[in-house]
């Protein structure tokens, strides 16, 4: 569920959110900033429940094993 919030900041701080996010951007990247300030975080959890994301595995897997070739090919 989300919650609308409203906030006062600064001109400046406005226009550099505006300038390096976008306009339709700020609210996710505010969030994404606080977000580990202010929500605690079970990493365990969160990596049990991606581990049990076969698809999203499948595709980390087949990316990784992709890789291998690349590091047989370089010169040391």
């Given amino acids: 569920m989300e919650k609308e919030l409203t906030i ?3 001109e400046d701080v406005y226009q550099g959110l505006y300038k390096r996010v976008g306009p339709q951007h700020i609210s996710q990247f505010i969030e994404d900033v606080l ?3 202010v929500v605690d975080a079970d ?3 969160g990596y049990r429940q ?3 994301d ?3 595995e499948a595709e980390a897997l087949d990316w ?3 890789l ?3 590091v047989a090919d370089e010169t040391w």
């Fill in 64 to 66: 990784a094993e992709a």
């Fill in 8 to 10: 006062t900041i600064s």
């Fill in 35 to 37: 977000r580990s300030y």
């Fill in 68 to 70: 291998i070739g690349d």
């Fill in 50 to 52: 991606m581990a049990e």
């Fill in 54 to 56: 076969t698809a999203q």
């Fill in 43 to 45: 990493l365990e959890a």
